[in-house]
């Protein structure tokens, strides 16, 4: 029970989870009443008072320039070191265009699990992993599993009626066909 826990917390040892911590803290830590003297210098050298986690909505109601800096660190952030993508082990198998419909139809006595995703959808990335766990427990001969980009092959996702949209709530799905 130990080892799925211990490669967890190593896929969470990236530059994009550590310094979204470092972002996450930097207001607290700015305000605290070692650091707040110097970042925050108010006139007449008054004592910083430390808000609540509520009033720390945001660093341009303390600072214009520290919230200026703060909004082009998470840009930046966000643009070097994007969330990783899930490169574990896995048994699924990537449909391309017509190739899902072309299987389902060939082979109707295989049970294929099948999920609908978007390489842009923050749900379909949190969801590989455990995607890509179940394939590995669950692979039979006549039951695989497999995926469909619908972002990248839209008409196949009108075809299952599976809707693309960056508004809908269906992404990512996943379908039993028998």
Known sequence: MLLPRLEEIRRALTPFHFFNAILALAFPLLRSSFLCDYVFATEGNE?????SIAGMFLFIRADILAGTIYILACLIITVLF???AYNGPEQVTYFQGS????????????????QFFTTWSPECKHTSPVFAELSQKYTLPN????????????????????????????????????
Do not use: Y
């Not at 004592?47 to 808000?51: N, V």
């Not at 072309?102 to 099948?114: A, D, K, P, S, V």
């Open 47 to 51: 004592r910083c008072e430390i808000d």
């Open 99 to 114: 190739q899902l419909f072309e299987e389902l139809t060939r082979n109707r006595n295989t049970i294929w699990i099948i």
């Open 82 to 84: 994007p969330e990783p």
């Open 143 to 178: 039951m695989k599993f497999g995926k469909l980009d619908i972002g990248r092959w839209s008409n196949e996702g009108e075809r299952f009626r599976v809707n693309a949209h960056p508004m809908s709530r269906q992404l990512p799905t996943i379908c039993v066909f028998k």
